[in-house]
């Protein structure tokens, strides 16, 4: 129903109030969708050959340095570390820093947020979960 040849075209009945839905030919849809989660693999495929993809990569030049911590420095370390052990599709994007305003809040995105995804990334192994990470944030 979504598809724009189908808008229009494809209606259902909603269930509790028994009307006829349609999705207008002028809704403009914006989708997300993180490429490094390989299980749905067969949905991005089926995704990918119906609607257009504009591929939004980490930018790091839109962070600040913040309490001494250069977030831009270090999210393109980080970045560049993955994408030479994995690859650039599970690079870190700069959102997860865009709110900080302390080197607290700093520290909580790397201790809650990255640190545990590069946990899944590398399935515990510490050892190259450092290499990635740049200095100030290793793990003990």
Same mark, same amino acid.
């Given at each position: 129903?979504?598809?724009?040849?189908? $808008?229009?075209? &494809?209606?259902?009945?909603?269930?509790?109030?028994?009307?006829e839905?349609?999705?207008?030919?002028?809704?403009?849809?914006? !989708?997300?969708?993180?490429?490094? #989660?390989?299980?749905?693999?067969?949905?991005?495929?089926?995704? $990918?050959?119906?609607?257009? %993809?504009i591929?939004?990569?980490?930018? /790091?030049?839109?962070?600040?340095?913040?309490?001494?911590? #250069?977030?831009?420095?270090?999210?393109?370390?980080?970045? !560049?570390?993955?994408?030479?052990?994995?690859?650039?599709?599970?690079?870190? !994007?700069?959102?997860? %820093?865009?709110?900080?305003?302390?080197?607290?809040?700093?520290?909580?995105?790397? $201790? #809650?947020?990255?640190?545990p995804?590069?946990?899944?990334? %590398? %399935?515990?192994?510490?050892?190259?979960? #450092?290499?990635?990470? /740049?200095? !100030?944030?290793? &793990?003990?």
């Amino acid at each position: 129903m979504i598809e724009d040849d189908k $808008r229009e075209e &494809l209606s259902v009945t909603l269930p509790c109030s028994q009307e006829e839905f349609t999705v207008p030919k002028n809704i403009y849809i914006i !989708g997300t969708m993180n490429t490094a #989660n390989r299980s749905i693999a067969l949905l991005d495929t089926a995704l $990918r050959r119906r609607f257009d %993809f504009i591929e939004m990569m980490p930018r /790091p030049e839109l962070l600040q340095t913040i309490d001494g911590v #250069n977030l831009q420095e270090k999210l393109a370390t980080l970045n !560049g570390n993955l994408e030479t052990l994995i690859d650039r599709e599970h690079t870190i !994007g700069h959102a997860y %820093f865009i709110k900080c305003k302390s080197r607290a809040e700093i520290d909580k995105v790397f $201790r #809650n947020k990255i640190i545990p995804l590069l946990r899944e990334y %590398f %399935f515990e192994d510490s050892e190259k979960i #450092n290499k990635v990470l /740049p200095e !100030g944030y290793k &793990l003990c």
